[in-house]
């Protein structure tokens, strides 16, 4: 029981881990003793974010536009030349678009797509075999998928393409959890509410004792909400949880 939450010596990689959701996940994982991976489409951001996790632990920028195929391959490609096994993933990069639903444009649409939806697949497909690896051992190897409150209830904006895809990530990562179900690999979907982020900023800013308002416990999460809930899901803790997605929301879904 002495170490059933912890994490030191893993490997983990966090998708978008350079600013919101993502680095309070990352820093987490640092301060825990994770050897910890994160990527970002702008280098200068990801390094910077990297070198102020450093100090925490180990830290390693690895910048990548997940959204494509390439960004993908050379992101696998310079990883699996560093590590030959992956204890953790934590699909975290996104994005949002709103618009109104007359004026809705397909950029919008597949720019969300890609990188909340397909990105997940391809990256988990292609880092298999490193989560293979970790999985041999006797603790689990897991992934985690970052979804949101706005894929299980009826969002309040405009934000169709998100919601949609925060929707499917949450149905996919039942379907993943099944495929692995017998290969000691856990997957599981954490759907955040409103937290402190670059995507909430303009919002939280124009909004936010309104959203506060809103939330059953009357406050925003903090960063120890979401790591904490990722490090129990990489932990010897969850080891026996899969295809589940926990809200970190406040009470949002269940108590309102």
Known sequence: MKNLFSVDGKTAIVTGGSRGIGAMIARGFVENGAKTYIT?????VCDAMAKEL????????????????????GFVKAFTEKESKLDILVNNAGATWGAPFEEFPESGWDKVMAINVKSIFFLTKALLPQIHEAAKGKDHASIINIGSVDGINVPAFDNYSYSASKAAVLHMTAV?????????????????????????????????????????????????D????????????GAYVTGTTIPVDGGLVHCR
């Open 40 to 44: 970002s489409r702008k280098a200068d």
């Open 54 to 73: 450093s100090q925490y632990g180990t830290c390693i920028s690895m910048p990548a536009d997940l959204s494509k195929m390439d960004g993908i391959d």
């Open 176 to 224: 993943l959890a099944k495929k692995f179900i017998k290969d000691n690999i856990t997957v599981n979907a954490i759907a955040p509410g409103p937290f402190e982020s670059k995507m909430m900023a303009e919002f939280l800013n124009s909004f936010g004792d309104a959203v506060r308002a809103s939330v059953p416990m009357g406050r925003i999460g903090e960063p120890s």
């Open 226 to 237: 979401v790591a904490g809930t990722s490090i129990y899901l990489a932990s010897r803790a």
